[in-house]
């Protein structure tokens, strides 16, 4: 029997949690029901109908050079051929762990794990184990894995699925992380005000992008700095996302801020599981087998995926990438929003470098409970104006779109023309 996107979805909804591994991927946000990829290429997808999409998800963002960048595919097929996985070190984990602490500038070690989860935990972990305290805190809509203890508030999953928190996390464990709002430097000196000898770390996504794109404000990220030094904790930089993205440095390089520690994920796998955490030898000393904090991992500095990484990084370095990108993503905001106003349509398109969200929001976006304020039973009809018409957004209004080193100006051009006739659709 052919396969199409409706029988897959009913057999995926058979065997598997709500017919995905990751809640997003349902299109509970959006309704309708998510098509089956059969292959990407460059900017594209295409599912197992044949229909062609402009991915503007890139597999949340790992996929800054598009899909099948020919020298990552040759690096993980070289690797591949001597083997899957051995248990003991290779060499090109050193490779990337050195190309890293040369880019990001607060790194001088790093430790690798499998997903961006686990680097955050253990970042937090470590965190705790330096200061001797127990309190963390996050910003409202900063996601940084689905670790117990990070969930509070955690942006665009829980908040496309309408959830407040987790369930199954215990309260012992939840009362320790306390949240203030993004952008709300005078909340955050409040709090530390009030608690500061108890935190441990303050942890943050340098430009949010897990409730949609939100931009540090001047000064925010360096009254972080300034507050956690102050009361003796620790700033960690989660930069899943931001890492090789906004910069080859990461954020931290692009705003001038460094931070203590400092998350890795997404990018540096080349699109295999692989996430790191990383900082000053005075800190990461503190982990097995130097220090007293435990962490460990199977697949950790997975052979495949620490070739992959490192080949995207080598393409990454090319002169003018970063700039490309820069150009690429401010001619689709001003597009989108040229033609939205012409349309009538109050909307607010949030960028930081390649990422970006457009709101359906009179008025800018600098927390989540502004991003949480846009329409987005309009941003729904709108998603599935765009999917008619071949172009792939996030499926929920609280997610970047990433623009890749793939896309270009035709491809640009494509969506822009799409959003005039996804406006006139919904309306
Ligand atoms: C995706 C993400 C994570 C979690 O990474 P996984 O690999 O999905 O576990 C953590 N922090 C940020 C900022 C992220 O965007």
Redesign the pocket.
């Known amino acids: 029997m052919k396969q199409t996107n409706a029988r897959c979805w009913s057999e995926a909804q058979k065997y598997l949690v709500g017919g995905v591994n990751?809640p997003v991927r349902s299109f509970r946000g959006v309704g309708g029901r998510p098509f089956f990829v059969r292959r990407g290429q460059g900017p594209y997808l295409w599912d197992v109908e044949g229909k062609r999409y402009v991915d503007y998800v890139g597999s949340?963002?790992a996929l800054i050079l598009g899909h099948r960048p020919p020298s990552v595919i040759a690096a993980a097929q070289k690797a591949l051929q001597r083997g899957t996985i051995f248990g003991t070190p290779t060499p090109d984990e050193t490779e990337l762990a050195k190309e890293i602490s040369c880019a990001i500038p607060s790194i001088e070690q790093v430790r690798f794990v499998s997903?961006?989860?686990?680097?955050?935990m253990s970042a937090v972990r470590l965190a705790r184990a330096v200061t001797g305290r127990t309190k963390i805190v996050k910003f409202d809509g900063?996601?940084?894995?689905?670790s117990d203890a990070l969930l509070s508030k955690a942006g665009s999953g829980l908040a496309t699925l309408g959830l407040p928190a987790s369930a199954g996390v215990p309260k012992a464990v939840a009362r320790d992380t306390l949240t203030v709002g993004y952008n709300d430097l005078s909340a955050v000196r409040k709090l530390f005000a009030r608690e500061g000898r108890k935190i441990a770390c303050l942890l943050v996504?340098p430009a949010g992008?897990?409730i949609g794109v939100l931009s540090p404000e001047p000064g925010f990220l360096k009254g972080l700095r300034a507050i956690t030094r102050k009361y003796g904790a620790l700033l960690i930089f989660?930069?899943?996302?931001?890492g090789f993205r906004l910069s080859y440095g990461g954020a931290q390089r692009l705003y001038g801020v460094k931070p203590d520690l400092t998350?890795l994920?997404?990018i540096i796998g080349g699109g295999f599981?692989a996430?790191a955490y990383g900082g000053p030898r005075k800190f990461m000393k503190q982990v097995a087998p130097l220090g007293p904090v435990y962490q460990a991992g199977t697949l950790s500095g997975h052979p495949v995926a620490m070739a992959a990484g490192l080949a995207t990084l080598k393409a990454l370095r090319k002169p003018g990438l970063y700039a490309q990108l820069e150009k690429n993503a401010q001619t689709l905001k001003k597009g989108l929003e040229k033609i939205s106003r012409e349309a009538g349509v109050a909307v607010t398109v949030c960028r930081a470098g390649s990422l970006l969200t457009l709101f359906f929001i009179k008025g800018s976006v600098r927390d989540a409970a502004g991003a949480r304020r846009a329409d987005a039973k309009k941003y729904a009809r709108y998603f599935q104006a765009m999917l008619t018409q071949g172009i792939y957004l996030p499926p929920s209004a609280y997610e970047a779109w990433f623009v890749s080193a793939a896309h270009g100006k035709k491809e640009i051009e494509m969506t822009l023309n799409a959003h005039k006739k996804a406006l006139q659709g919904i309306r």
């Not at 989660?238 to 931001?242: A, L």
Request: zero cysteines.
């Open positions: 990751s949340w963002g997903s961006g989860t686990e680097a955050v900063g996601y940084h894995g689905h996504e992008a897990n989660d930069e899943v996302i931001t998350t994920g997404k599981p996430a």
